[in-house]
């Protein structure tokens, strides 16, 4: 069972990502990405961290997909329907294959026997993030902080005396 | 029986596919979403790590959530930054974009 969910959840979160990357068609690149971006938590799920898949369908399903059809919208720009790649496309192909050769050859050469899931009470996980990494959180919020000033300073219209 | 070398491998492609992606595409707004692919590779591979290793540490979920954190952040700060350009240059073709070209 866990092996068919496997195999169904990575067709669909690598063609979702191959579909990204190949469609003229911005919009539908945006639409590509939340399937993609869902079927990753659906692997979470069968790696037993549901906590992780809901963060990744709120955070990346809810707000990340709507602020990027949002910027979309707002750039509507006329070749948005069908762009086209730049000309170092073949470059960019052969770089790719390569990184995914020597990564899977990296991991199958030294592939490890770990075999066995194992379930993290959520409980812990809370307690360990607010006690061991309390100042990396604190340090989170501020970069949140920032990022929404830095966001609201850089695309505000400043008006002509 | 599935193993954490079939979820590497996964993370792998997804993450070739997004540095393709970066590579190849012409429009910012493109080249985050294959940025986000890449973020959500890196964190296919934290998370099974560590699900399959050690149930005692915590450390792979929690660097999952502070990535899923600065993906949030660099998305925001980006898009402004689109935003931005598209009203200054009306264009969000990055081969365009030229200004600080050596």
Not at chain 1, 115 to 130: C, I, K, N, P
Not at chain 1, 134 to 141: C, G, M, R, V, Y
Not at chain 1, 143 to 155: D, K
Request: hydrophobic residues 60%; aromatic residues 10%.
């Amino acid at each position: 069972m866990s092996w068919f969910l496997f195999i169904l959840l990575s067709v669909m979160a690598i063609g979702g990502g191959l579909g990204v990357v190949a469609t003229r068609n911005v919009v539908h690149a945006c639409l590509f990405l939340l399937f993609s971006l869902l079927a990753v938590a659906g692997l979470y799920v069968v790696l037993l961290t549901e906590f992780l898949a809901l963060v990744q369908i709120f955070i990346y399903g809810g707000a990340i997909i709507i602020v990027l059809l949002f910027a979309i919208m707002l750039t509507r720009s006329k070749e948005y329907p069908s762009i086209s790649d730049n000309s170092q496309w073949p470059l960019a192909l052969v770089s790719g294959l390569a990184l995914f050769s020597l990564l899977t050859a990296t991991f199958v050469v030294n592939s490890s026997s770990f075999e066995e899931m194992h379930r993290v009470a959520l409980t812990d996980l809370g307690t360990t993030l607010f006690t061991d990494w309390a100042l990396p959180f604190e340090i989170a919020s501020l970069v949140l902080l920032l990022a929404l000033i830095g966001s609201i300073v850089i695309a505000k219209v400043e008006r002509r005396r | 029986m599935v193993t954490l070398m079939h979820f590497q491998i996964v993370s792998a492609a997804l993450f070739s596919v997004g540095l393709y992606g970066v590579l190849a595409r012409r429009s910012a707004v493109l080249i985050l979403m294959s940025i986000e692919l890449m973020l959500n590779a890196v964190n296919l591979n934290l998370i099974a790590i560590a699900s399959f290793t050690d149930p005692e540490r915590f450390a792979g979920f929690i660097i999952a959530i502070f990535v899923i954190t600065v993906g949030a952040a660099e998305v925001g700060l980006a898009l402004a930054i689109v935003l931005r350009m598209f009203r200054n240059r009306a264009t969000v073709n990055i081969d365009e974009i030229e200004l600080m070209k050596w």
